[in-house]
């Protein structure tokens, strides 16, 4: 596998300029600005700038002539396929490496299973290992992150199991880099909780992950804290009596998983004005919120990155023990 994924970033600008020339690529000019937060949290806010020009994805005159169960990761385009049939070792299930065919930063690409699986379901062991086997490429060039959107709350729009790799953008420094940052690699367990940063309102759970990769791959390390993770979240779904639905947000420092109460945030600016709807996946959760028009990006403005993330997850739960009724 290794070997499949070697000059990964050239494979992908290779496929993405061919792609981009052949109109395979909806892309969406957007433009970003950082804010600091009274809070002093960092966001990036994404405007896209350009979608009375550009087709949405939703509307895209690709997608419109689609029937509704069309699953675009079953027999993917080969205009859109970087890596096809990637296989961890003999008799693992196979992957494709795909480019996001509605992408809003270049060169964003998409892990699938060959196979039909659930988006609904969790991330397994050979899914753990692929997603950092292919971040590890990524990394040679530029700092990226990736991230899965796991049930009906939690942003996801397809149904097909896939796991999402994007660039960090340049001088961001996501929060988790600083709780990580102070802490050697652990795995939660009912002594030690995961790391939680209190100065945000919404319930997340990161752990620091080791720099070896020998330790990273090695024992189910990956699976181990993965599960370790979820099972906090499985316990703010039980504690709130509430369906499954949550985002896992990684790079190579450390992994982070963010139960998600709801997909969209819906308000007004002011009384009288007409409602907003503001769909949020994984990477709003690490600071990274995308808007779709100028009265998105005022309404987050007045009303905080960090009130609407609030609203969509759950209660921050940092300094809270694990008890024996916990996962
Ligand atoms: P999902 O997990 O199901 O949903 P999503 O990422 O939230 O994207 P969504 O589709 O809801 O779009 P949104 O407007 O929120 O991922 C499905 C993925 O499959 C998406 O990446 C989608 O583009 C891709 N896809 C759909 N049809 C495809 C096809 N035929 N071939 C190949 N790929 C296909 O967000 C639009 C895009 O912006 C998404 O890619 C999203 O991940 C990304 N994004 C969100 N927030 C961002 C931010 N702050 N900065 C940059 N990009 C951001």
Redesign the pocket.
Known sequence: MTSVLANLNEKIANCYEKAAQQGEIVF?P?T?ETITTDQGNEF?L?LLTSLSAKP???NSP??VQRPKDFN??VN??PL?TVVADLKLEDGAPSYNI????????PN?I?LTTSEFQS?NAPLSASDLTASFRILEQLDLKSRHFG???CGDS?????AHK?V?F?ELPANFVPFADYLAGQEDPFIANSRKEPLQSSKLPFAHFILPLPASKDALYQDDYLTMAFSSLLARCMTVFREHDCDIGYNVIFCKKWIMLVPRSKSVYTARIAEGEPELTL??????FLG???V?NEALKQLVLKVSPEAILQELGFPNTAGKKSDEYDY
């Open positions: 969406k957007s970003s990036v994404t949405t994805q939703e690709e997608q675009p990761f993917p385009d859109l795909l480019l996001n065919k509605f992408p809003v930063t964003h998409l988006q991230f899965y959107n939690s942003g996801a729009s397809q896939h999402q994007m769909g949020i996946n994984s990477c709003g990274l919120i995308l779709k």
